[in-house]
Nanobody, 126 residues
Framework: QVQLVESGGGSVQAGGSLRLSCAAS????????MGWFRQAPGKERELVAA????????YYRDSVKGRFTISRDNPKNTLYLQMNSLEPEDTAVYYC???????????????????WGQGTQVTVSS
């Protein structure tokens, strides 16, 4: 099964940018749909962006459309989230997650995401 490790979080001012990375190991990366989730204090975890096996299809929640870009490099076993024009509301712990294709869930179905990284903190100040 795949193991996931996030990096790239930090503190930035509103309007700034960060790039998150998620390194995968122990599994066949291109057999997993991948997603970025986030959880702010006192709030439920939410799906921010998702990408299909080959990277041909992507999903974004409305609040990040036009600002965030999800991508994957299958030969490098790495998932990315480029975050631009960051807002204080983006402050959260960001998690990388994997959904094994063989389980039959689409890349936007959160029930399929059963492999998780440890999370990386993103803090945006106004």
């Amino acid at each position: 099964q795949v193991q996931l490790v996030e990096s790239g979080g930090g503190s930035v001012q509103a309007g700034g940018s960060l790039r998150l990375s998620c390194a995968a190991s122990g599994g066949t990366f291109n057999s997993y749909h991948m997603g970025w989730f986030r959880q702010a204090p006192g709030k439920e975890r939410e799906l921010v962006a998702a990408i299909s096996l080959s990277g041909g299809s992507t999903y974004y929640r409305d609040s990040v459309k036009g600002r965030f870009t999800i991508s994957r490099d299958n030969p490098k076993n790495t998932l990315y989230l480029q975050m631009n024009s960051l807002e204080p509301e983006d402050t959260a712990v960001y998690y990388c997650a994997g959904s094994r294709f063989a389980r039959g869930y689409t890349y936007t179905d959160i029930r399929g995401y059963t492999y998780w990284g440890q999370g990386t903190q993103v803090t945006v100040s106004s």
